[in-house]
């Protein structure tokens, strides 16, 4: 099992999954939840998220299997996800956004905050070109700092303020385009050789 761990791989996966969940991002929603139901429970939020995300990266190729869909085009589409991800990032813009949740329960935190449709696209995407395992060390260790912010989101926002949690969105952003660019690149060529 460690032969096959590759501490680039992992860093690699980590950083595309924290781009993708940008929970540092997404402090104002928790504060906002947290204001208007009062408690974030996010232990709960934390591992249910990360069973959605190991469960979907074990069972994603199945699923795509099963409707007829190769995982280099789902790379492909993934892309277009990440990419659109990072002009909201980037741009400060909208271009989707769900309803705002009526509780701080499971459903708004662990789905679809953290455990998104960019994540599961993300974690497919991924395997096409990383070892599972590592992606799964790039999980959990997401899991741990998604916890982690979960918990202490309010002192991060006065730390950081709002200004420094831009500025973090923007540079995530931009690496999160690279990164779909990267991803299109590789994958586009694999379907047609």
């Given amino acids: 099992m460690f032969k096959v761990l590759d501490f680039r791989q992992i860093f690699t996966a980590g950083m595309i999954l924290f781009a993708v969940i ?13 204001k208007k139901v009062g408690h974030i429970q996010s232990e ?3 591992i249910v998220a990360g ?5 979907f990266l074990f069972l994603g190729k199945e699923i795509l299997n099963l409707i007829g869909i190769d995982v280099n ?4 589409a993934g892309s277009f996800i990440l990419f659109f991800l990072a002009l909201e990032m980037i741009l400060g813009i909208s271009l989707y956004k769900d309803d705002a949740p009526e509780t701080a329960s499971v459903v708004p935190l662990a789905f679809p905050l953290i455990a998104g449709a960019g994540t599961m696209t993300s974690l497919v995407s991924l395997q096409a070109e990383y070892e599972t395992v590592n992606i799964i060390v790039a999980i959990l260790i997401n899991i741990i700092f998604v916890y982690l912010v979960l918990k202490s989101s309010a002192k991060i926002e006065g730390f950081l303020g709002s200004q420094g949690i831009n500025v973090i969105r923007k540079v995530f952003g931009v690496i999160l385009l690279a990164i779909a660019v990267k991803l299109f690149a590789a994958n586009i060529q694999n379907l047609f050789t």
């Fill in 22 to 34: 940008d929970i540092i991002g997404n402090i104002p929603i928790i504060i906002d939840l947290r």
């Fill in 44 to 46: 709960k939020a934390s």
């Fill in 51 to 55: 069973i959605i995300m190991v469960v």
């Fill in 73 to 76: 085009s789902f790379a492909v």
